[in-house]
């Protein structure tokens, strides 16, 4: 029988769109947790475990350890999702790069449901395939970009970090990220409120920042330094690599 070859188009700002709202699911449950450890009898509560007839008293925890807790799960959360968003686009590249067939009669119902059984086929394989590690992922999506496989590589390895060896670092890593802050219009950072030098004005700009880790040294993230995190996966990592991807789908 014969069979029609189907144009595939796919709308690659739906896997962005998803990663953010994870993102900004994982920014607002640690908001939760600090607004809710910030209340001034929080740390006389007391929590119990029920069930039915059974009620168990749990030890109070520190709200430190609360804290960073909630903001290391943060963490792991949005690597994992961004590891999830790599995998449906090199799962996208995959189907570009196949020719795509259905038997008639097709409908545009019948090609919906062809290409979305494709898709989950293709990534099932790709999401699966213990080859395919990090380094490999980013090869694939960013070719020969050194800067930004390396910023998302150091992401990985924090997070290998916490998920793999006791939240210490295995060996001495580096995270470099992009953060907001004021400057003076003559250049230099203004972290305090004050008055500014003669014919100063204040600015918002972008500042270059590095979290360096030795080895065996415990890895710890604040909360200011969550939120810069995701702030350079929001307004740079994501983007670059939606652009990268649209630019190869447009090549013939």
Known sequence: MSTNKIQLNIDLDHFANQLQYLIFSDLMTVDIVYKKTSEPNFSSQEYFLEKGFV?????????????????????????GEFQNYMDNLITCLKLKSTELHLEPPISDESVNIFLKEKFQEVLLDVSTDRSLNVPKKLNLLLDENVLYKEVVQSFFNIRNGFEHHKSKSKKHNKICYKRLGFASTSGYEVTQPGPLGVNEGLVIRVFNEELIYDQGSLIVITKDQLNDIAFNFVHFIIPYFQKTIKEEFQKT
Do not use: G, H, Y
């Not at 168990?56 to 909630?70: D, M």
């Open 55 to 79: 009620k168990i008293e749990l030890p109070k925890t520190p709200i430190n350890v609360i804290r960073n807790r909630e903001i290391n799960k943060c963490f792991k959360s949005i690597m």
